[in-house]
């Protein structure tokens, strides 16, 4: 039976909307949530997927064209349908179609793009919008989806399921709050996933129109370089598209690591991103990784119920950040329930009747630990297949694409962002490396400056940091000072009832008492941690810190009263004698 596409409404003061793209031509097939047009508002852009399966027989309005809330728009029906009725019901002729495209291969012979960027993660979209801001005509290639893992798999779904995750937790103990709750509190793990892919899309959404409002060409498909000006684009159903341009911004992202672990292949063991898709939630589950991935997912399903057990080839969990916090933040975890077994090397996983069972050696002990589940999250790489970077003669190191302070490659007129560097793995990194890139492309001398990249881990409470670490200032032989203040003398702490091992730690020089590293543990940490970037950024004092007014009751104070600490004259908690 046909189906008929009619423009929706998105909010309640919509009344018309504009055709922007559609992702599907006349005669393909489409299967029930494939993205079919996008819907562009005067606040917005949305996407609409299909609800049924079946073949696009009809466009009736076109890109670029308006229609009515209500009005038809399409129509989905099977091969052999007979649509006739249909369309004169509608009033509309069933005329051939003849297919079109925003990007011609004719039109591209000619067509020289000042910019192309490879990947519309949250490097490659930044980099197109701001090279486009500057004057530049840009095309984005992009072979997935715009958003790129942080939007679509990663930083943002992970955040939405572990907000839940603290919402439930609290639940579970709100007489703490002074809240009773009569009967059970569940988690709705299918509305919980729906919630995500409501929040990502509407996301990914945003991202396509300001795409569109900065005049930025989309064209999906996978980029590999024929020469250093060119490139072609396998599009959706398999033809070739020729696209030129004077530069190039290699952002293509990264993927999970797979180590040569025996039984990795057995169905149950996953990488994160299925882990955020689990068709429900495991009742164990072992983490091979204690990295930051590791330990969020591992935070995430403790909290739901699941027994959790993490498995960390390195002495320590959490190698990135200061020692200190990490062996506290690997207390709480075990207080909680999550076991941790650290210097642990896996050697195989097994499947013992459906039972998944890790085999790791710890010491000259052999450990066995059984889950429904297998999460694999021992780090990324860059993600470079397919690109052709050889024929162009690009260079790359066992880290990803080599590149310079101004994010330019060894070829001239191409550069790389984000994730394919190897640099530093954050998104707002790649967004950063982005803007740089950009601004050289189109004459604004810039170089990355990584001294001040805050770095924030999920878990509850938060942790976040920013600069050196005190085993890195020991190593480097700097002298230097340390100030700390335990969030259990924070009043806002203690409302939020995360006291437990919290605190703000600062590495100072000792000489001038410029403030060198940052190190928070407690609630907001993550929002916290923008002050001491911005005081590295600046070469900021801890006395310039200490004279801030800070605002009351906050978790903030606390980031005063550890810069009070370095010199030993907190206000809130005892001297240190």
Same mark, same amino acid.
């Given at each position: 039976?046909?189906?008929?596409?009619?423009?929706?409404?998105?909010?309640?003061?919509?009344?018309?909307?504009?055709?922007?793209?559609?992702?599907?031509?006349?005669?393909?097939?489409?299967?029930?949530?494939?993205?079919?047009?996008?819907?562009?508002?005067?606040?917005?852009?949305?996407?609409?997927?299909? &609800?049924?399966?079946?073949?696009?027989?009809?466009?009736?309005?076109?890109?670029? *064209?308006? $229609?009515?809330?209500?009005?038809?728009?399409?129509?989905?029906?099977?091969?052999?349908?007979?649509?006739?009725?249909?369309?004169?019901?509608?009033?509309?002729?069933?005329?051939?179609?003849?297919?079109?495209?925003?990007?011609?291969?004719?039109?591209?012979?000619?067509?020289?793009?000042?910019?192309?960027?490879?990947?519309?993660?949250?490097?490659?979209?930044?980099?197109?919008? !701001?090279?486009?801001?500057?004057?530049?005509?840009?095309?984005?290639?992009?072979?997935?989806?715009?958003?790129?893992?942080?939007?679509?798999?990663?930083?943002?779904?992970?955040?939405?399921?572990?907000?839940?995750?603290?919402?439930?937790?609290?639940?579970?103990?709100?007489?703490?709050?002074?809240?009773? =709750?009569?009967?059970?509190?569940?988690?709705?793990?299918? /509305?919980?996933?729906? !919630?995500?892919?409501?929040?990502?899309?509407?996301?990914?959404?945003?991202?396509?129109?300001?795409? !569109?409002? +900065?005049?930025?060409?989309?064209?999906?498909?996978?980029?590999?370089?024929?020469?250093?000006?060119?490139?072609?684009?396998?599009?959706?159903?398999?033809?070739?598209?020729?696209?030129?341009?004077?530069?190039?911004?290699?952002?293509?992202?990264?993927?999970?690591?797979?180590?040569?672990?025996?039984?990795?292949?057995?169905?149950?063991?996953?990488?994160?991103?299925?882990?955020?898709?689990?068709?429900?939630?495991? *009742?164990?589950?072992?983490?091979?990784?204690?990295?930051?991935?590791?330990?969020?997912?591992?935070?995430?399903?403790?909290?739901?119920?699941?027994?959790?057990?993490?498995?960390?080839?390195?002495?320590?969990?959490?190698?990135?950040?200061d020692r200190e916090i990490s062996e506290i933040v690997k207390m709480k975890l075990s207080m909680e329930g999550i076991n941790i077994?650290?210097? $642990?090397?896996?050697?195989?996983?097994?499947? +013992?009747?459906?039972?998944?069972?890790?085999?790791?050696?710890?010491?000259?002990?052999?450990?066995?630990? $059984?889950?429904?589940?297998?999460?694999?999250?021992?780090?990324?790489? $860059?993600?470079?297949?397919?690109?052709?970077?050889?024929?162009?003669?690009?260079?790359?190191?066992?880290?990803?694409?080599?590149?310079?302070? !101004?994010?330019?490659?060894?070829?001239?007129?191409?550069?790389?962002?984000?994730?394919?560097?190897?640099?530093?793995?954050?998104?707002?990194?790649?967004?950063?490396?982005?803007?740089?890139?950009?601004?050289?492309?189109?004459?604004? +001398?810039?170089?990355?400056?990584?001294?001040?990249?805050?770095?924030?881990?999920?878990?509850?409470?938060?942790?976040?940091?920013?600069?050196?670490?005190? &085993?890195?200032?020991?190593?480097?032989?700097?002298?230097?000072?340390?100030? *700390?203040?335990?969030? /259990?003398?924070?009043?806002?702490?203690?409302?939020?009832?995360?006291?437990?091992?919290?605190?703000?730690?600062?590495?100072?020089?000792?000489?001038?008492?410029?403030?060198?590293?940052?190190?928070?543990?407690?609630?907001?940490?993550?929002?916290?941690? =923008?002050?001491?970037?911005?005081?590295?950024?600046?070469?900021?004092?801890?006395?310039? =810190?200490?004279?801030? =007014?800070?605002?009351?009751?906050?978790?903030?104070? /606390?980031?005063?009263?550890?810069?009070? /600490?370095?010199? +030993?004259?907190?206000?809130?908690?005892?001297?240190?004698?």
């Amino acid at each position: 039976m046909a189906y008929i596409l009619v423009m929706p409404k998105f909010g309640l003061t919509m009344s018309e909307g504009s055709i922007a793209k559609w992702h599907k031509k006349e005669g393909d097939a489409v299967k029930k949530g494939d993205e079919l047009f996008d819907v562009e508002t005067d606040k917005l852009t949305n996407t609409v997927s299909a &609800e049924e399966d079946g073949i696009l027989r009809k466009i009736i309005v076109d890109k670029g *064209k308006s $229609a009515k809330v209500a009005e038809p728009v399409g129509i989905i029906a099977q091969a052999d349908e007979d649509i006739t009725d249909v369309l004169s019901n509608l009033g509309i002729e069933n005329s051939n179609f003849e297919e079109k495209s925003t990007v011609s291969k004719e039109e591209n012979k000619s067509n020289i793009k000042d910019v192309i960027v490879i990947g519309g993660g949250p490097g490659g979209y930044v980099a197109a919008i !701001r090279a486009a801001q500057l004057g530049a005509q840009v095309t984005l290639v992009e072979k997935e989806y715009l958003g790129g893992t942080c939007l679509n798999v990663g930083c943002i779904p992970t955040k939405v399921l572990l907000h839940t995750a603290e919402l439930y937790e609290e639940m579970l103990n709100s007489n703490i709050f002074g809240i009773k =709750i009569d009967g059970n509190v569940s988690v709705d793990w299918s /509305s919980l996933q729906k !919630r995500k892919e409501e929040i990502t899309s509407q996301l990914v959404n945003g991202v396509t129109g300001l795409l !569109r409002l +900065n005049n930025i060409e989309v064209v999906k498909g996978q980029a590999s370089f024929k020469d250093k000006n060119t490139i072609d684009v396998k599009v959706e159903d398999g033809s070739i598209i020729t696209l030129k341009a004077k530069n190039f911004i290699i952002a293509t992202g990264s993927k999970p690591f797979t180590p040569p672990i025996e039984g990795i292949d057995f169905k149950g063991v996953v990488d994160s991103t299925e882990a955020l898709a689990f068709k429900e939630i495991p *009742k164990e589950l072992v983490i091979i990784g204690g990295g930051v991935i590791g330990i969020e997912f591992a935070t995430l399903f403790n909290s739901f119920g699941t027994k959790v057990t993490v498995l960390e080839m390195l002495p320590y969990i959490l190698p990135p950040i200061d020692r200190e916090i990490s062996e506290i933040v690997k207390m709480k975890l075990s207080m909680e329930g999550i076991n941790i077994h650290t210097s $642990a090397q896996v050697t195989s996983i097994e499947n +013992n009747n459906g039972k998944l069972e890790v085999v790791a050696k710890v010491g000259n002990d052999e450990l066995r630990v $059984a889950g429904d589940k297998v999460l694999v999250s021992v780090g990324r790489r $860059a993600l470079t297949e397919g690109l052709n970077l050889d024929l162009v003669g690009i260079k790359t190191n066992k880290k990803g694409i080599e590149v310079n302070k !101004r994010l330019e490659t060894n070829i001239k007129g191409i550069y790389a962002i984000g994730d394919v560097t190897g640099i530093n793995m954050l998104a707002h990194v790649a967004s950063e490396q982005g803007i740089v890139a950009a601004e050289n492309i189109m004459g604004i +001398n810039k170089e990355m400056n990584y001294k001040a990249i805050p770095a924030c881990i999920y878990t509850k409470p938060e942790i976040a940091s920013v600069g050196i670490t005190e &085993e890195e200032a020991k190593k480097s032989g700097i002298e230097y000072k340390v100030g *700390k203040f335990m969030l /259990s003398n924070n009043g806002k702490a203690l409302i939020a009832n995360e006291i437990e091992g919290t605190m703000v730690k600062i590495i100072a020089d000792t000489k001038y008492g410029e403030i060198l590293g940052m190190h928070i543990y407690g609630p907001r940490a993550t929002d916290l941690i =923008i002050e001491g970037a911005l005081a590295l950024r600046l070469e900021a004092t801890v006395d310039e =810190i200490v004279t801030t =007014i800070h605002p009351h009751p906050t978790v903030s104070e /606390s980031i005063k009263e550890a810069a009070l /600490s370095v010199n +030993n004259i907190a206000i809130h908690s005892a001297p240190v004698k």
